[in-house]
């Protein structure tokens, strides 16, 4: 049953509206004032010098993830594609040459101007193979096709820009644990 919410009683100086709308006024000539003598004070970032510190669960722009030989970790099995309600994520899947592995992707684009940014292609993925955690959350091109990013650039990121506690960050090639993590992967016991 729907709920009434009552509406407020107004009194006789707020239904002439006149004495509201100079003290509309006054508030953003107050601002106004403030923002010329007191800038210090207000939330305001000299953007672009200055780039927001954005969190790293932030649902920025996504990266795959990589295996110690720097592979991918995605096994192109379209659990990604099939949650994401944009239908903006394209993949093209080919045989592995890894006899632990049954397919990689050939192709994985995601088409940034069609994307919600809603993680369900993270939270779908089996593999941990896709995240949202590269904080660049600020995209700018001059194209409609530099939105649409390929598997190479989705693969561009350095282990030194994550956390030493993301260690399956720090096992792909460059990261802290890379070294064991090769071995480990080479005699087979870290796909
Ligand atoms: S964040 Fe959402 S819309 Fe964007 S690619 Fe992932 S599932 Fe699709
Ligand atoms: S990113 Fe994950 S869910 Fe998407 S195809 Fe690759 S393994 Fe499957």
Redesign the pocket.
Known sequence: MAKVVPRPELTFWERIYFAEIFKGLATTLGHAVKTVTRPDTLPILMYPEVQPDIPRDYRARHRLMKRPDGSPR????????TACPARCIS?VAEESPDRHIEKR?AKFEIDLLLCVFCGF?VE????D??RMDTRKAILAGDSRRVFVIDKEQLMDWDPKDYPATDTQSQKAPGGSLHAQALTDFRAGSDH
Do not use: F
Not at 76 to 81: D, E, F, K, L, V
């Open positions: 995605c096994v192109a099995c379209y659990m990604c594609s993949i992707p292609c779908a993925c089996p593999c193979a896709i």
